[in-house]
T-cell receptor, first 112, second 113 residues
């Protein structure tokens, strides 16, 4: 069945460091791919998305490219800030449904 | 601003005492979802509505029920809460289909005493 694998956290970085959070998936067909962010005590917010192969989603300095050949959607940011500390969820869409498949989430901690 | 609203943000109930959580949306989306999220875990889909069509996940306990009286509102009823039902409950909406993202509310944190 469809599934998603995210790198385990926590990821601990100093401010201005480069961030990569890996995400790979198995899916039927060609899913849309989403990254969501969850700040403490809040709901999930869409960070970025890509709906077809080679699309690059970007927002707030974060980027991710839809890699069909490697079934990956890795999240990157060139220079993280303390305010980026949160949990990040990779979520491909489920084939022919209205549902998302959530990864386990990766906690990012950024220190000054 | 169009949004997803959940009330209350914090709910305390007693073991076995029925509780209802509410969600409303101003986005006019077809699909509404209820998720359960426990600490340090991914959200777990309980059920969703496409318009009035109800879709239950196979592993959602019978203790959890839902109502969607109109497009804007959706309710989660927990008939007899147990200690294991303490969690964050998230409501989300979408236009449906695989291209469209889900929009989440802020969540209701449920405590069971």
């Amino acid at each position: 069945g469809d599934s998603v694998t995210q790198m385990e956290g926590p990821v601990t970085l100093s401010e201005e460091a480069f961030l990569t959070i890996n995400c790979t998936y198995t899916a039927t067909g060609y899913p849309s791919l989403f990254w969501y962010v969850q700040y403490p005590g809040e709901g999930l917010q869409l960070l970025l998305k890509a709906t077809k192969a080679d699309d690059k989603g970007s927002n707030k300095g974060f980027e991710a490219t839809y890699r069909k050949e490697t079934t990956s959607f890795h999240l990157e940011k060139g220079s993280v800030q303390v305010s980026d500390s949160a949990v990040y969820f990779c979520a491909p869409s489920s084939y022919n449904t209205d549902k998302l498949i959530f990864g386990t989430g990766t906690r990012l901690q950024v220190f000054p | 601003d169009a949004m997803v609203i959940q009330n209350p943000r914090y709910q305390v109930t007693q073991f076995g005492k029925p509780v209802t959580l509410s969600c409303s949306q101003t986005l006019n989306h077809n699909v509404m979802y209820w998720y359960q999220q426990k600490s340090s875990q991914a959200p777990k889909l309980l059920f969703h509505y496409y318009d009035k069509d109800f879709n239950n996940e196979a592993d959602t306990p019978d203790n959890f029920q839902s109502r969607r009286p109109n497009t804007s509102f959706c309710f989660l009823d927990i008939r007899s809460p147990g200690l294991g039902d303490a969690a964050m409950y998230l409501c989300a909406t979408s236009r449906g289909g695989t291209l469209n993202e889900q929009f989440f509310g802020p969540g209701t944190r449920l405590t069971v005493l």
